[in-house]
């Protein structure tokens, strides 16, 4: 059966499986962005500009459901109503250190976190109600410290997990997320370990490196023209 | 996977197209015939290119006596008159048609006895080099193959050609499954972008079908299923020139609900320029160079019936 692109749904529209984690929507969010961009020349004759506007609004409707556990539960609840979706979720993928997990809101998160803390026979605190918490991406507005922080919590990996995937030694990831710019290593290095995380996280290495020195930057005053040079 | 030794055993026949003229259409042909030739294949290269024939040139050949113009208006009935043996190994080769303008346009009696009669040959693999455009003679000889192959450049004017060319390929066959005249009549009329129908995608002509005619309709989404060409990216220089094949697919999938498969991607290189200068066939004269190790990888993946995908691209 074949379907029409309105007709598509998200995991369809971007060409991910109903299992897939949320680095991986992630990626390919970017990746179908890219391909429906006003400007991209494989689309060339075969769009009008209205319909590539109508596209790239789905795009996003897409990328905002599934990133998020909650809204992508209720997502997938519809499907399975509508018989889109098999009822049994997919078995883990063996040979995968790290397993397919959602992206948490930072309201779960919190929520969990408190939960942890509060111990059984701890007099019951009065829970602040905090449910709407800020709620951070899918639009980032700049990667800094404790948003990356944020976004690595989000997926449930410790400073720990990131440091076996990426190789970087756990404690200068510690630094990079509380913006301790004093105790990290040169510029160089930093840039290095900040790609390797954002691979790690599934956002944009060049996006995410190049914020996050603005900052470095502006805090330890490096020169402009010594930043010229180490770049090209 | 299939395995290589067993996709090597069975005669197909592939068509090379891609709509727009200067693609390397002629290029990719002989040398893919080359690197099968060197599979210890027995290659036959037909250049179905009426007009403007050029094959015979990529491979070094100076203008041949008997050509396809021969066969086509029956001065010769054996084809095998017309077949020509090359200097390469295993490579042979039927040429284009030379003279008389008429040539370029045989009909449907003279295209399927064309046909008929290439079956006969003693090859194991068939390979037609269309010409430019998106006439019903170049169409029919790429709905016939067992492959369809075309051939892109990361440009809009040669994107713009191929989905045209798509298109165009996809509705002929449309044409070819239907009997109803009325159905065939609102296809033609769906070819038109501005029809007044509103038909604009393959899936509205479907659907405009089916409330006519629903088992038509039906038998109509089958050859969309079944209809799979395969998409060759030449002369790219950047990695998102690689992208474009990958962002191809994805368009066809979403616009005509065609599985066009990325075969490859064949790198740009001065040694390509000057391999046709020096009139010698690329995979010949510079082996081991980029765009050449780029074809062989085009071929294997046409064996063993794979596409490139993304994770083994990055």
Known sequence: ?232 | MLDLQDALRKKEIWAIGGGKGGIGKSLLTGNIGICLSRLKQKVLLVDADLGGANLHTTLGIGVPEMTLSDFLNRRTENIQDIVIKTNIPNVSLISGAQDFLDAANPNFAQKTRLLRHLETLDADYILLDLGAGTSFNIIDFFLFSDHGILVVLPEPTAIENAYRFIKSAFYRRFKKVVTHQGIKDLIDAAMDQKNTMGVRTPYDLIEHVRTLEREVGEILELEVLKFRPKLIVNQVRTKNDIQIGFSMKSACQKYFGINLEYLGYVEYDDCVWQSIRSKRPLTIEYPYSRPSRCIERIVHNLLRKEQLTLSTFY
């Open chain 1, 1 to 232: 059966m074949i379907k029409k692109i309105e007709d598509l749904n998200f995991y369809e529209l971007l060409e991910v499986s109903p299992a897939a984690t949320s680095q991986e929507i992630h990626k390919a969010y970017e990746r179908v962005r890219r391909v429906y961009d006003p400007n991209s020349i494989a689309l060339y004759s075969l769009f009008t500009p209205e319909e590539t506007v109508v596209i790239n609004q789905r795009i996003e409707e897409a990328y905002r459901t599934l990133v998020y556990e909650d809204n992508r539960k209720k997502y997938d609840a519809m499907l399975r109503d509508r018989h889109e979706l098999p009822d049994i979720p997919p078995p883990p993928r063996p040979g995968l250190k790290y397993q397919p997990r959602p992206a948490r809101t930072p309201a779960t998160v919190q929520k969990e976190n408190q939960l942890a803390v509060t111990s059984p026979d701890a007099p019951a605190t009065p829970r602040p109600v905090q449910e709407e918490a800020a709620p951070v991406p899918p639009f980032i507005g700049e990667f800094t410290g404790p948003v990356i922080k944020v976004l690595r919590e989000q997926r449930e990996l410790s400073i720990r997990d990131i440091a076996d995937m990426t190789k970087v030694n756990a404690r200068y990831l510690e630094l990079i997320e509380e913006e301790n710019f004093k105790k990290l290593p040169a510029r160089a290095y930093i840039r290095g370990f900040l790609m390797l995380y954002a691979k790690a996280i599934g956002y944009d290495p060049e996006r995410m490196a190049s914020d996050y020195l603005k900052r470095y930057d502006a805090a330890t005053g490096f020169p402009h023209s010594l930043r010229k040079k180490q770049e090209v």
